[in-house]
RNA sequence: GGACGGGUGGCGGAGCGGCCAAUCGCACCAGACUGUAAAUCUGGCGGACUGAGUCCUACGUGGGUUCAAAUCCUACCCCGUCCA
């Protein structure tokens, strides 16, 4: 039985929603999860995501291997019990890692050689490995040990990556398969990932043969590493129908609210982006206006809330003002106030999106939110 | 009263005859950030002209030496330390 079901479609849109079942609860799509990559959503708790309605988000296999380790999650009885999260986790394998940390590793057919950003010392990741980690820590969406390709790539280097990525989906699965004779495993999903950077016919060949091999969902990668908008639209649109219609589609890394009104609108389900939480850091504040930079002496004396238009607890209690002074002044209280919102901005876009499906008004709202 | 040391851009603080509109840090002003090596990174920051650039005003104040001074001399005004 799959673990995905559609609820709604769109009519004049491949747009479409649904449930998603996990071991730690059942989904609702399209979601868009925040990014815990080491196991926390940078500067917020468990308890203000719960109560912002955050079913899952993703955290990241290469991190955690390295800290704290396969022994400490085991120990804390897994994940979850880790990390105190009694709801959904996706947990990357390490793929973005492959390109965010090109310089610390050496691919070979058989694996990837590693040099821990942390100390130095050395790591061999198998697609096995990866995925038998995933499954051991209690992950309930497992990811296929992929090669996230950077942008440009060549044609040449983008076809013999692909291959590599579906040689690694097929090695993962059959890890998988064992596992999923175990009494955990028999409840987790594994999801494959379709390269071939910004060539459709890559892209084409790389979706029908992940597709051949077979998972509980299909993930779009390689997407926002610098390709013009118009290439990832170009590829989500392109690739999409060529997943199957009743699976989970998943669009890696993406990204920006309106990037995801545009995913959605051609059938993509998930999403997960550091943009809120990171740029939340950094000061800047995603309202139904447009961005705004919190840092900026326009807010020095403003009064108002960062969006008119939102009922968050920082938006409630919170002015432009105060949080502009807290940026200035370095206090950890302005990153996570912008943090929160922004992570409750993105999730009350996908609630706006799943509503508006389902009333058959998904362009209308679209149309609404593209023009503020 | 005397002896030293010092007064540099919003602040701290380099420079001690030409390469100085003046290193650097902070503050300030902007920009970036898309499966997180990120509470990070970039750029700007005397004035005028849109600008590579050109000109103007500037290193306590006034005078001087020099082709050329933030840098040397001199008087004065402040500040600090010590001695009486």
Redesign the pocket.
């Known amino acids: 039985m799959s673990a995905f079901t559609i609820e709604k479609k769109c009519a004049g849109t491949k747009a479409r929603t649904g449930v998603l079942k996990t071991a730690h609860g059942n989904i609702k799509t399209p979601v868009f999860m925040p990014?815990a990559?080491q196991g926390s959503?940078?500067t917020m708790s468990g308890e203000e995501l719960r109560s912002m309605g955050v079913d899952l988000f993703?955290s990241?296999a290469y991190h955690l291997y390295l800290r704290p380790g396969e022994d400490v999650i085991r120990s804390a009885g897994g994940l979850h019990g880790f990390v105190s999260w009694d709801r959904g986790i996706l947990t990357?394998?390490g793929?973005?890692?492959l390109?965010?940390?090109a310089?610390?590793r050496k691919i070979k057919s058989d694996g990837v050689h590693f040099q821990s950003?942390i100390d130095g010392s050395s790591h061999f990741f198998t697609p096995e490995s990866v995925t038998g980690f995933q499954a051991a820590i209690g992950s309930d969406i497992i990811?296929c040990l992929?090669e996230?390709v950077p942008y440009p790539a060549t044609r040449e280097y983008a076809e013999e990556s692909m291959k590599l990525t579906l040689e690694w989906a097929l090695r993962c699965r059959n890890k998988f398969e064992e596992i999923k004779g175990q009494e955990q495993g028999s409840r987790q999903l594994l999801f494959g990932?379709v390269q071939g950077s910004t060539y459709l016919d890559l892209r084409r060949e790389s979706a029908a043969r992940t597709v051949d091999t077979g998972f509980d969902g299909y993930a779009l990668?390689?997407l926002?590493v610098g390709e013009p908008?118009e290439n990832t639209f170009e590829i989500v649109r392109e690739i999409t129908p060529a997943l199957p219609e009743n699976s989970v589609r998943y669009a890696?890394?993406?990204?920006?609210p309106e990037?995801l009104w545009e995913c959605v609108e051609n059938g993509i389900d998930i999403f997960?982006?550091?943009?809120p939480?990171?740029?939340g850091?950094?000061?800047?504040a995603i309202t139904s206006q447009g961005k705004i930079?919190i840092?900026?002496?326009?807010h020095?004396k403003d009064m108002s809330p960062l969006d008119d238009d939102c009922v968050c607890t920082v938006c409630k209690g919170y002015s432009r003002a105060y949080i502009h002074h807290l940026f200035?002044s370095g206090e950890?209280l302005g990153?996570r106030l912008l943090s929160l919102h922004n992570v409750y901005f993105m999730l009350k876009s996908m609630d706006a999106m799943r509503r508006s499906i389902a009333d058959g008004t998904f362009l209308q709202e679209k149309k609404k939110f593209l023009n503020k």
């Open positions: 990014v990559t959503v940078k993703v990241n990357d394998s793929g973005f890692q390109y965010s940390l310089g610390l950003h990811m992929d996230c990932i990668g390689g926002s908008r890696m890394g993406v990204g920006t990037e997960d982006c550091v943009l939480t990171r740029n850091r950094n000061g800047q930079n840092k900026n002496s326009e020095k200035h950890i990153m």
